[in-house]
């Protein structure tokens, strides 16, 4: 059993990130083989145990609860996924009603610092005493003008500046205090230390990190990937590795099953691909037994849990998604826990559909989503017994090798 802590942290990850320019929201973009907010996360779980918030953006709180579940390891049950609002404070404000009723101070922290060092995520939270605000800052190095369109008018002393970063932490009561008054008044805040002092009360800066600066433009996120190949990710010593008997480890298998009934909406999806005229399988997504047994073989070869956990009804996100969404997302998920995919093989049960005359077109299809790995896929009958031989639905098996990189 962990205790109680009494430190939180809202990790803010609900930004859009229209600067960087990557087709995905901010903290969802891959620096090397993790996303932003893998990595964030990862510093997180490395400082002292805390409640862990990740403020995510709508439609991607199924992927915020994968990346948080493999940053976390034992310390799982301190972490949660909230959904976000539309500007940053209301994003913020959805955390703070998450918090658990121990906690005293509050660190809020931005995804887009992923390389934040847990020292400087511990020395900000040490700091928070029941009056003061603590934000983490470094001095401004380069020489500064006050600029009226091109117009130099005058120099500006940086000896009386400083670049804030996040962590910033503060006594809970008066946060959400803070909190209350600014959302009274109509006033929107980017920052929580002006928040905080907003509300009247005092915030000090203690020394920050080169390493916390924000990914925000593609420059910003090329950066980042130098400093990881150079020096390695920031290790999280909460997250033991799912490979714990190293690289050395070899070849895992996994297997995985399915069932779905016909009586579902639409045409049949199987194997990938669609059959027009074919009665529909009823599920969650789109029903493709064949596509959702590869994934739980995929998920049990690496020990990450199954289907459901990702992918099910608590994630609407997928719901009526086809194959190439869940073994696509289902490779990166692989891939971030140290993995690639040997091969797999397939078998369903069904009188229905003619199967022989598309196994390469549907294993083509299921390959690509793969990244290319070998799939096949075979097909039988019962000879009429049990619920595949009646024609009520199919049953599918499937078996996968993966192994570490």
């Known amino acids: 059993m962990l205790p109680v802590p009494d430190t939180a942290i809202l990790v803010v990850a609900a930004g859009s990130g229209t600067r960087l320019d990557a087709g995905?929201?901010?903290?969802?973009?891959?620096?090397d083989t993790h996303t932003i907010l893998r990595h964030a996360l990862e510093g997180v779980f490395a400082a002292a145990p805390a409640q862990v918030i990740v403020v995510a953006p709508a439609g991607f709180?199924?992927?915020?609860?994968?990346?948080?579940?493999?940053?976390?390891?034992?310390?799982?049950?301190?972490?949660?996924?909230?959904?976000?609002?539309?500007?940053?404070?209301?994003?913020?404000?959805?955390?703070?009603?998450?918090?658990?009723?121990?906690?005293?101070?509050?660190?809020?922290?931005?995804?887009?610092?992923?390389?934040?060092?847990?020292?400087?995520?511990?020395?900000?939270?040490?700091?928070?005493?029941?009056?003061?605000?603590?934000?983490?800052a470094l001095?401004?190095?380069?020489?500064?003008?006050?600029?009226?369109?091109?117009?130099?008018?005058a120099p500006v002393d940086r000896a009386e500046l400083a670049a804030a970063q996040t962590p910033q932490g503060f006594p809970r009561a008066l946060l959400e205090a803070a909190y209350a008054a600014a959302a009274a008044s109509g006033i929107d805040y980017t920052?929580?230390?002006?928040?905080?002092?907003?509300?009247?009360?005092?915030?000090?800066?203690?020394?920050?990190?080169?390493?916390?600066?924000?990914?925000?433009?593609?420059?910003?996120?090329?950066?980042?990937?130098?400093?990881?190949?150079?020096?390695?990710?920031?290790?999280?010593?909460?997250?033991?590795?799912?490979?714990?008997?190293?690289?050395?480890?070899?070849?895992?298998v996994g297997l995985g099953t399915d069932v779905h009934g016909f009586g579902g909406e639409g045409v049949l999806w199987l194997a990938?691909?669609?059959?027009?005229?074919?009665?529909?399988?009823?599920?969650?997504s789109d029903g493709d037994a064949v596509a959702h047994a590869i994934v739980d073989a995929l998920l049990g070869a690496a020990g990450l849990g199954d289907i459901g956990e990702h992918f099910g009804t608590a994630h609407p996100e997928y719901a009526g998604a086809h194959a190439e969404v869940f073994l696509a997302r289902t490779r990166e998920i692989l891939a971030e826990a140290g993995f690639a995919i040997g091969n797999v093989s397939a078998q369903f049960q069904s009188n229905r559909p003619r199967f022989s005359g598309r196994r390469e077109e549907a294993e083509r299809v299921l390959s690509d989503a793969l990244g290319g790995a070998p799939v096949a896929v075979t097909a039988?009958?019962?000879?009429?017994?049990?619920?595949?031989?009646?024609?009520?639905?199919?049953?599918?098996?499937?078996?996968?090798?993966?192994h570490p990189v």
């Open 380 to 402: 039988t009958t019962t000879d009429g017994l049990g619920f595949p031989g009646r024609g009520e639905g199919v049953a599918v098996t499937a078996v996968a090798i993966i």
């Open 191 to 252: 920052d929580d230390a002006a928040l905080f002092a907003a509300a009247g009360h005092l915030v000090r800066r203690i020394p920050g990190s080169a390493r916390s600066f924000k990914i925000t433009t593609p420059d910003d996120l090329e950066r980042a990937r130098h400093l990881l190949a150079a020096v390695g990710a920031v290790p999280s010593a909460a997250a033991p590795s799912v490979r714990s008997s190293g690289p050395s480890a070899g070849p895992r």
């Open 24 to 31: 995905a929201p901010k903290a969802f973009v891959g620096i």
């Open 61 to 136: 709180e199924g992927d915020a609860e994968t990346e948080l579940r493999a940053a976390a390891g034992d310390r799982i049950e301190l972490g949660r996924v909230v959904t976000g609002g539309d500007t940053r404070q209301r994003s913020v404000a959805a955390g703070l009603e998450a918090l658990w009723g121990d906690v005293t101070r509050v660190l809020v922290h931005d995804a887009a610092r992923a390389l934040t060092p847990p020292e400087v995520i511990d020395a900000v939270a040490a700091a928070v005493d029941g009056e003061t605000g603590i934000i983490p």
């Open 139 to 153: 001095p401004v190095v380069d020489t500064l003008k006050r600029v009226d369109g091109d117009t130099i008018i």
């Open 272 to 284: 990938g691909l669609e059959w027009p005229g074919e009665p529909a399988l009823s599920g969650h």
